[in-house]
């Protein structure tokens, strides 16, 4: 699109003048005898509620209800009159006054489009810089593969207030952070190290980590208890372990004992169990 020379740039400082300021508008009242007629309606109304209209004067009060009807449908009338009377002198500088919303609209979207296609851009632009300087802070730092930069994203980034030199030391300062956690979690000297790397990774979290060291050897431990508890009533050969199908049916011994496990405990006996191919006759469960 060819850019507009200035001098023919239409000013946007535009401002509504109305030629009769509608603070100084001299509106009449429009005015009737209405003083008079209310004095007479609320006469009216107290003696319709107070009196009780014997056999003779039911005629006389029913022309009195038909008369009080008119009025009302007079009164009723008058105020549509008044109304569209009103609405009258103000729909032409309504109608323009909208014409001109809708012109303003038309021209404030179609500069959004662009003012918002330009922030999209910058904004590309400024994420490619932010993936540039992770790259290659990560490969200074040799921990290229270890951490993607999605996983250190901060939406507020792309904010016109976070400048690039703020966010390259906060991405740095979070990769040395990693890098420091894990030589953490290698001098742990633990069987677990790449469970709790994987943790650590995922998370970003060392407290998170630890606890995953803490649970794995935890569930160590609870299976030792299980093989302590079935290593006793279990005839363990000599000689090494045949296949299934060369063991004769004979040789086979059938023992019935009774053990109080927690679940992950059952988990790891059970699993004891088939690893000696010792088949399992029937279970009960325990109280």
Not at 146 to 165: F, T, Y
Not at 194 to 201: F, M
Not at 246 to 251: D, F, G, L, R, S
Request: proline share 3%.
């Amino acid at each position: 699109m060819e850019q507009i020379k200035e001098i023919n740039k239409p000013t946007v400082d535009t401002e509504i003048v109305f030629k009769t300021p509608l603070n100084k508008v001299l509106i009449t009242p429009i005015g009737f005898n209405y003083e008079e007629v209310k004095r007479e309606l609320i006469a009216v109304r107290d003696y319709a509620i107070s009196v009780t209209y014997s056999e003779e004067q039911i005629k006389e009060a029913a022309k009195s209800r038909a008369k009080l009807n008119n009025l009302s449908k007079t009164i009723k009338s008058e105020i549509t009159s008044i109304r569209a009377k009103s609405l009258e002198m103000c729909s032409l500088a309504e109608s323009q006054l909208k014409e001109c919303a809708g012109l303003i609209n038309e021209g404030s979207t179609a500069i959004d489009k662009q003012v918002k296609a330009f922030e999209e851009k910058q904004d590309t632009i400024k994420q490619e810089a932010i993936g540039f300087f992770f790259n290659a802070k990560a490969t200074e730092l040799m921990i290229t593969g270890v951490i993607k930069l999605d996983q250190l994203w901060n939406s507020k980034w792309l904010n016109k207030g976070e400048k690039l030199p703020t966010i390259e030391l906060e991405i740095t300062t979070r990769l040395i952070k990693i890098i420091e956690d894990l030589k953490v979690i290698s001098t742990l000297d633990s069987e677990y190290e790449a469970q709790i790397k994987d943790k650590y990774l995922f998370t970003l979290d060392l407290a998170t980590a630890l606890n995953e060291k803490s649970r794995l050897e935890a569930r160590a431990e609870q299976l030792k208890v299980v093989e302590q508890i079935v290593k006793p009533q279990v005839n363990v050969p000599t000689e090494p372990i045949r296949e299934p199908q060369a063991i004769v049916e004979e040789q086979l011994q059938q023992f019935t004992f009774t053990i109080r496990v927690n679940p992950e405990q059952k988990e790891a006996f059970i699993k004891c169990l088939k690893d000696n191919d010792i088949k399992v006759l029937d279970v009960k469960k325990g109280e």
